[in-house]
């Protein structure tokens, strides 16, 4: 029977999120149903709730989950109630050109629950196909990758988006290695994450860059051997003093702005890595002359999610943790309730938070 549980909507555009009584059907076949243990607040459900992503409203927000499997569907083999589960929003079908060709982290065609979560009788969005501000959530079973309990909820659930892309930009799609000099732009969760991922890889030089004295402090904290204030020098210019003139092997641009994007294109050193994880605007352009593209030679790649595979590395990730070599809890700003995730948002807007999680059931506190 489908079940009536709390849920933060978006119900229009530029509006303050609601919690709302929201109806969870039965997993249907491939589906699975998640009571929600934490959720982090990521920039993308405030994306959601500004339009920016589409006008799909009203939205269920959030995606950064973990939590308990409730209930299977009908054919669900490799998930069993009890489960202790991260969601993910990349769940590979296996079938498609890209996952044929055996990379399946690009798959073309992903895939979330079939049925709807509703409000009022009218199907909800769910944000980036999960929805996880709430009580519980229908997700394909796919999108539910077991882990080892023993992890807090809290942090677990970061891996479900900001960390994972972070960390999957420097290791995966940068490509990290021993040795390497690598420049971070923006420090935000996404920025930070990079930093570790770059650190975890072997990187030598790690230069973190950011407009906001507090956040390069945070960053140095996660790996950072070096920080640029951008809003005082020139981080170009800067990062090339500190690479003997030349420049980083690897650059990550975790903002999502065309001036960082250029900064960033020209810190590389010749034959260098620019890796975009920042999410632009629709309106955003890049201007760059197509002579500077060739001579400098090099990669600009595009991050999705970290180019990572949930099934191959949250449960991997999350042992590095337990195993005290992956400082997951200082992404943890603070813990919060359903209710609050709209202050919470206030927060990140003046940059005062890397995440604010809400947790649910035991964990909530009162
Ligand atoms: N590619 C993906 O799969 C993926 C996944 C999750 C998030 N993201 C994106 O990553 C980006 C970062 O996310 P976040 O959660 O870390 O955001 P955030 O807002 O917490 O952090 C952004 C940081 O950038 C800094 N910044 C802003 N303008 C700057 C500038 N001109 N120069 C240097 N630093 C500047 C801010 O001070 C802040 O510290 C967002 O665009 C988000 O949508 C991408
Ligand atoms: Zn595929
Ligand atoms: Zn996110």
Redesign the pocket.
Known sequence: MAQQVRAVVATQKGAPVTVETIEVPDPGPGEVVVAVQACGV???DL?YREGAINDDFPFLLGHEAAGLVESVGPDVTDLVPGDFVILNWRAVCGACRSCRRGRPWYCFATHNATQKMTLDGKELSAALGIGAFAEKTLVAAGQATKVDPRVKPEVAGLLG??V???LG?AMYTGEVGPGDSVAV????????AAILGARLAGAATIIA????AK?LELAKTFGATHTVD?SRAD?VEAIQELTDGNGADVCIE????P??FG?AFYARDLAGTLV?????NPEMRIDLPMIDLFGRGGRVK?????DCLPSRDFPMLIDLHLQGRLDLERFVSETIALDQVEEAFHR?ER?E???SVVVLGDRAAG
Request: charged content about 10%; some cysteine; proline content about 6%.
């Open positions: 990521c920039h993308t994306h988006c900001g994972m892309a972070g930009a732009f923006g420090c935000g969760g996404v920025g930070d860059v950011d407009l906001d956040k951008a981080p975790a903002v999502g702005n001036t960082v900064q975009q994880v920042g999410v632009p595009p991050s999705w999610y970290g990140m940059g938070v890397l995440r």
